[in-house]
Nanobody, 116 residues
Framework: QVQLVESGGGLVQPGGSLRLSCAAS????????MSWYRQAPGKERELVAA????????NYADSMKGRFTISRDNAKNTVYLQMNSLKPEDTAVYYC?????????WGQGTQVTVSS
């Protein structure tokens, strides 16, 4: 059974940091590209960051460049999202995604709220 379980979300003040984790099981993690998406209330889901299966290449949405870092540990079947200099507009549910060809898996999401 495929599972993607996100953790690490919560309430943080503007300018603060959070590290999200996504633990994967039930598929060959090291052969899948991994991504983080987010969805704010009333908005469409958007790509935050992506990383290739081997971790050799990453991609970020423009508004996250320089503040967020995606990484993965294939030995632990886990992908991470380090978020620094958080802003209120970063408030959203953050989702983990695994993708390879026609296969596409999603986690249940973790809430991140940036507020003073």
């Amino acid at each position: 059974q495929v599972q993607l379980v996100e953790s690490g979300g919560g309430l943080v003040q503007p300018g603060g940091s959070l590290r999200l984790s996504c633990a994967a099981s039930g598929f060959t993690f090291s052969s899948y590209a991994m991504s983080w998406y987010r969805q704010a209330p009333g908005k469409e889901r958007e790509l935050v960051a992506a990383i290739t299966s081997a971790g050799s290449s990453t991609n970020y949405a423009d508004s996250m460049k320089g503040r967020f870092t995606i990484s993965r540990d294939n030995a632990k079947n886990t992908v991470y999202l380090q978020m620094n200099s958080l802003k209120p507009e970063d408030t959203a549910v953050y989702y983990c995604n695994a993708h390879k060809r026609e296969y596409d898996y999603w986690g249940q999401g973790t809430q991140v709220t940036v507020s003073s």
